[in-house]
C-alpha cells in the first residue's frame, strides 16, 4: 500500500531531551516535507525536501532540523524542545511536478512539557 | 500571492441531504486543487486531485470541480451520512512563489446529524 507513515504517533516528552519524528514513504516521491497545524492557525510548513540532499526552510523553521539522505526518509529533529512546539505534525510527499497531489502521513501529536 | 478561502466555516445538515462546500482562490494561474478531509485530531485523507486540464473530478459520492475563471472549486458531496462529519480542506498545491507548499484554505467543519 503506498503510504507515508509516520512515527512515533503519540509523544510526550520534556523541555530540552532532544527528539527525532521518522517520516518514510514507499512511492519513490521526490518531494517531502513537514506541517505543523496549531488552532487557529492552521497548517504552517516548516522545512521541505525537493530530492535527496536538497532541503529548504518553510515558513516556521527555528527551532527544527531535517534531514534527506534517502528519497524515502525525511526525519524532523527537535534538538532542544520547548513547550511553544507542542503541535500536531504532519509529514507530507509528492511525486515531484506540479500536476502532483501530495500524500500524507497519520500525524504526530507531540506534547512539550 | 494566493489565498484560499472557504465558506461556510461550518455547516450542519441532516442526513441523506445533497450538499456543497466552496473554495474560492485568488489567483487564476493555479495547476490544480486538492481536497482533503481532517477526521478530530487525526490525519489528513487526500479525497480528489483536480488537475489544471481536467473540470472535475469524482470519487463514490464525492464530486469536486474547478473553474480557474471564476477563483473556485467546489466539493459536492451526495447522500450525506454522518461519518461524512469531519473538517474538509482545500488546497493549492506546489506554488514556487510559496516555497513549494499547499497553500491551505481554513476549513469546513461539516456535522452531518442522523
Known amino acids: 500500500e503506498a503510504q507515508v507513515t509516520q512515527n512515533p504517533r503519540y509523544l510526550i516528552t520534556v523541555t530540552g531531551k532532544k527528539l527525532t519524528v521518522t517520516c518514510s514513504q514507499n512511492?519513490?516521491?521526490?518531494?517531502m516535507s513537514w506541517y505543523r497545524q496549531d488552532p487557529g492557525l492552521g497548517l504552517r510548513q516548516i522545512y521541505y525536501s525537493m530530492n535527496v540532499e536538497v532541503t529548504d526552510k518553510g515558513d516556521v523553521p527555528e527551532g527544527y532540523k531535517v534531514s534527506r539522505k534517502e528519497k524515502r526518509n525525511f526525519p524532523l529533529i527537535l534538538e532542544s524542545p520547548s513547550p511553544n512546539q507542542t503541535s500536531l505534525y504532519f509529514c507530507a510527499s509528492s511525486l515531484g511536478g506540479t500536476g502532483d497531489g501530495y500524500t500524507f502521513g497519520s500525524g504526530t501529536r507531540l506534547t512539550v512539557v | 500571492k494566493q489565498e484560499v478561502t472557504q465558506i461556510p466555516a461550518a455547516l450542519s445538515v441532516p442526513e441523506g441531504e445533497n450538499l456543497v462546500l466552496n473554495c474560492s482562490f485568488t489567483?487564476?494561474?493555479?495547476?490544480?486543487l486538492q481536497w482533503f478531509r481532517q477526521d478530530p485530531g487525526k490525519g489528513l485523507t487526500s479525497l480528489l486531485l483536480i488537475q489544471s486540464s481536467q473540470r472535475e473530478q469524482t470519487s463514490g459520492r464525492l464530486n469536486a470541480s474547478l473553474d480557474k475563471s471564476s477563483g473556485r472549486s467546489t466539493l459536492y458531496i451526495a447522500a450525506s451520512q454522518p461519518g461524512d462529519s469531519a473538517t474538509y480542506l482545500c488546497a493549492d498545491p506546489r506554488r514556487a512563489d510559496s516555497n513549494y507548499q499547499l497553500i491551505w484554505g481554513a476549513g469546513t467543519k461539516l456535522i452531518i446529524k442522523p
Open positions: 489567483d487564476s494561474a493555479i495547476y490544480n
Open positions: 512511492m519513490n516521491h521526490e518531494y
